[in-house]
């Protein structure tokens, strides 16, 4: 099993502020995908839709300020079954962001592409935070082929 | 071990103009650092400094146009004896890289924030390529309170 792990550290926001963009449709839509249906809570699912496909994420854990766990449960044959983990905690005026989507069974070409994706849509939260403006799909940032 | 996985597709770039923005001076410091030293033939050492500290590559592979792969040799601890390798290969328009930065020992958080900046370089190396400007340290995008 292989993972994929990025950092970001949001200024002047707190973790309760990042959570809620990881916990409500209008947050994650503002910064992921603007097609995103569904509900955040325990055992809820979130459906997330791109020009090139889309995930569908049952909410394993969320616990306010500190922690949100999704499983995929549709999507990409590589992404079903995998584990996408956020952790929050405060430093000074920042809150970090530890993101892990894990469990990829193999480290595959897509595997690389999305890890890179995934950077830049923590690029994208840790603007919306700051600024008020992400860069969700279909507005992303494109970095290849593959989009 | 543990590594940071990436993909990147730089348009109308061929692979010799990718392979020359890795291994050479100019080009190295046109998308990481302004501040890069050295040779980049196999066998040379290359030194990449930041405000933050730097990282001190031996070139171990350098095949034009396909392949790059540096050893680092001095920087952060976790960083020592980690391999740096950067594979090229076209798709249609584009120029593919396959960037892996492998065997890490653990994954510590310094890997997770490793991993995010990467991807912001990789997205450097991108735009120097096609749009001629890249943004290299100390121009380079803030990610967190670790820079």
Known sequence: MVDILHRIGVEAATPEKVYEALTTVEGLAGWWTEDVKGSSGVGDTLAFRFPQGGFDMDVVDARPAERVTWRVVDGPQEWIGTTIDWRLHRADDWTIVLFAHEGWVEPV???HHCSTKWATFLVSLKALLETGAGSPSPR????????
């Open 109 to 111: 070409e897509f595997m």
């Open 140 to 147: 992303d940032l494109p970095i290849s082929d593959w989009h």
